[in-house]
């Protein structure tokens, strides 16, 4: 695959560039260094732009080098003392995860999770990731902090923990919360409207 032109990559770092910034907000908490994240990914990704060898998507190469940006800076927030850990939600939310499930862990009938279909056309279809990222936004900001340093950022459990100063366990039961939230959102946002 080839380097797409100069005005095609400006007007996709363009088009990219709020969810750049979303992403950089989530995990930064903090704008203005969200901000300078972004910017640094955006000049990086001209600067280097040779590099790009084409064996993902051009926006997933951008995101790629914006991840690296953001544990920079979460690692100087730590040094710098500026850094906000997790807090953890409570009871209340472990009370609505377990409605979902029968006394034996089996899922209730009616919370058992619908087909999508083909995951590969899901992840092509533009509404998916529209309401993703609404779901994305929805969630409270520690399980979607630690949900995409998982999935989307490719963390380890043991590099999540480290980064976010939490405990293994913890973090297992804050990334069930993630995927049951999202999976809730996404039928109700993504499936209603592909049905209608």
């Known amino acids: ?43 990086a990704a001209i600067e280097k732009q040779d590099s790009f060898s084409g064996r993902s998507g051009y926006e997933t190469w951008v995101f790629g080098i914006l991840k690296y940006k ?15 850990p997790l807090e953890d939600e409570g009871e209340a939310d472990d009370d609505a ?24 056309a899901a992840f092509e279809n533009e509404l998916f990731w529209q309401v993703f990222d609404a779901c994305m936004i929805a969630l409270p900001d520690n399980v979607a902090r630690a949900f995409s340093l998982r999935e989307l950022m490719g963390l380890s459990t043991e ?5 976010l100063g939490i405990k293994e366990n913890n973090c297992w039961v804050i990334l069930h919360r993630a995927r049951l939230r999202l999976r809730a959102c996404i039928e109700q946002g993504w499936l209603t409207e592909e049905a209608s």
Request: aromatic share 6%; charged share 30%.
């Open 159 to 163: 590099e999540i923990c480290r980064e």
């Open 70 to 84: 953001i544990l920079d800076t979460m690692r100087a927030q730590k040094r710098q003392g500026t850094w906000q």
């Open 1 to 43: 695959m080839s380097i797409p032109p100069l005005d095609d990559r400006m007007q996709r770092l363009t088009a990219v560039r709020p969810r750049l910034l979303s992403f950089a907000r989530l995990h930064l908490r903090h704008h203005a260094q969200a901000e300078d994240a972004v910017q640094d990914t955006l000049e």
């Open 97 to 120: 995860i377990d409605r979902l499930f029968q006394q034996n862990g089996r899922w209730l009938k009616e919370a058992r999770p619908v087909s999508w279909g083909e995951p590969e």
